[in-house]
């Protein structure tokens, strides 16, 4: 018996960038949030680290500060792992100057890479 082998396709539209930056979470209505790490992003949306992720479809606001950027993205969280982070979604939520400061961020990290 030979052994099985598992293929999937990649659904990230994006190519995705690892990385450890700071970000803030906020609940999309909310004036305070918490403090998360992004473990990776792309164009299309990015992972939080946190101990405190929020359910699939919460809308969020992240606010990214680097040296030279600061970042307020809107999205949905699209994966939850108690304990863990979230999956947190971009598209429909990106306006020209988030999506200009977004690519800015992605160009660093290309770089750095």
Not at 32 to 40: I, K, S
Not at 46 to 55: G, H, K, R
Not at 66 to 73: A, R, S
């Amino acid at each position: 018996m030979g052994t099985a082998q598992v293929q999937y396709q990649e659904k990230r539209q994006h190519p995705r960038y690892t990385c450890d930056l700071g970000v803030e979470v906020r609940v999309a209505d909310s004036k305070t949030g918490y403090w998360g790490t992004l473990a990776d992003i792309c164009l299309g949306g990015c992972y939080v680290n946190t101990f405190s992720p929020l359910p699939v479809g919460t809308p969020v606001v992240l606010i990214i500060k680097t040296k030279h950027l600061e970042i307020n993205i809107h999205g949905k969280t699209v994966t939850f792992h108690p304990g863990l982070g979230m999956g947190v979604q971009f598209a429909g939520f990106v306006t020209p100057e988030s999506e200009a400061q977004l690519k800015s961020l992605l160009g660093e990290l290309a770089q750095s890479a």
